[in-house]
């Protein structure tokens, strides 16, 4: 193999895989990368046990002599091409287990290791299903930062991902909060998935301003999302995920329209009493009037009076300042609605469109 390509689209490249890299990773196979040329496309595939990223390297200058694969150190790749100011780069195979690169005036020589050890990308029979990237997005923010953190219950620590003909549901749940985002389809395969949620934070981070939709394959074992030059395949989650439909109330007794900025903009000034309390807690009062307030026996009290609209019986209950902005913040809408159905029963945050949804559980306070 030999070829030469721009270093910066190499380097673009790379820090694109970084997204899956563990540079201290246990198993010494996945510390490398598997690079491989054919017909002048380049692409690179990192990951672990079980995730793989495939990234196709976008550059017009690529000359290539030989195809093929060769399996080197990303770490030692990675930082030769970040610290080089060489406009080109130049790869070339020297044998079964040596490889050249070349930057500039530097040549740097280090050893390569058998391609036949990694693993081969898993083949996905299902169909894929196509998402616009706004809803892609949105479907993420609002459930892969509610999964659990700690591995308790490790199938909480996925977004279960429903499917049906006409729409595809992401949800995920820690327990104390609940994250849902529904989104419309055409010709939906059933299947019910449960993805690392983390690796569907990281997606983020790869979509450009020139994304405009996402496409999921999903299969019995493996789960595959791609857009641009991206293509990320995941081990599903073993295990069975929790009936999230019973926690969600039917119905309910009292609901409230406001502001998101007005809501946030007060939360943050009211934590700097709530942050006192070890579950930062705040109050929300609605009656002929809408506030929420917090209270700290040695700093005082505040309040912030808050326009807005309300249906149905009168309201006073106690949340987490934080969760009730964070839930704000991943619903991204200008108006949002609070609905209840008692002082002590978990409320919802939807945002106006009724896409996404938030549940949040009340505080006791006495």
């Known amino acids: ?127 894929p299903i196509t998402l616009n990237i706004d809803d892609y997005v949105k479907a993420v923010k609002n459930t892969a930062n509610v999964v659990a953190k700690s591995d308790s219950r490790p199938i909480l620590k996925g977004v279960c991902i429903e499917v049906d003909e006409e729409s595809i549901k992401f949800v995920s749940t820690d327990s104390h909060r609940l994250g849902r985002y529904i989104a419309k389809i055409n010709n939906g395969n059933v299947h019910r998935n449960v993805i690392d949620g983390r690796c569907l934070e990281k997606t983020l981070k790869l979509i450009s301003n020139n994304t405009i939709n996402v496409h999921m394959v999903f299969d019995k074992e493996y789960s595959k999302i791609s857009f641009d030059e991206i293509e990320l395949y995941m081990r599903n989650y073993e295990g069975n995920y929790p009936d999230t439909n019973r926690l969600i109330p039917d119905s309910y007794n009292s609901s409230i329209e406001l502001n998101s900025h007005e809501v946030l903009t007060s939360l943050s000034q009211l934590e700097v009493l709530s942050k006192a309390d070890r579950n930062n807690v705040v109050m929300l009062t609605a009656n002929d009037t809408i506030s929420i307030s917090a209270k700290n026996p040695v700093n005082g009290n505040m309040i912030a009076e808050l326009n807005g609209v309300t249906h149905g019986k009168d309201i006073v209950i106690s949340f987490s300042n934080d969760c009730l902005a964070k839930a704000i913040k991943a619903l991204d809408n200008n108006y949002i609605k609070l609905s209840f159905t008692g002082t002590m029963r978990p409320f919802v945050v939807e945002s106006n469109d009724g896409k996404a949804m938030q549940l949040i559980l009340p505080v006791r306070t006495y």
């Open 1 to 127: 193999m030999k070829l030469t390509l721009t270093r910066m689209d190499l380097l673009e490249g790379l820090k694109k895989i970084a997204q899956v890299m563990n540079t201290k990773n246990d198993i010494q196979m996945f510390n490398n990368i598997l690079l491989t040329i054919n017909n002048n496309v380049i692409t690179l595939t990192g990951g672990d046990a079980d995730k793989l990223l495939v990234v196709t390297v976008n550059s017009e200058d690529t000359v290539a002599s030989t195809g093929g694969s060769i399996l080197l150190n990303y770490k030692q790749l990675n930082d030769f091409i970040r610290k080089s100011k060489a406009k080109k780069v130049t790869i070339e195979q020297k044998g079964d287990n040596q490889l050249s690169i070349k930057a500039g005036n530097i040549s740097y020589d280090l050893s390569i290791y058998d391609v036949d050890d990694y693993p081969i990308l898993p083949e996905l029979s299902g169909s």
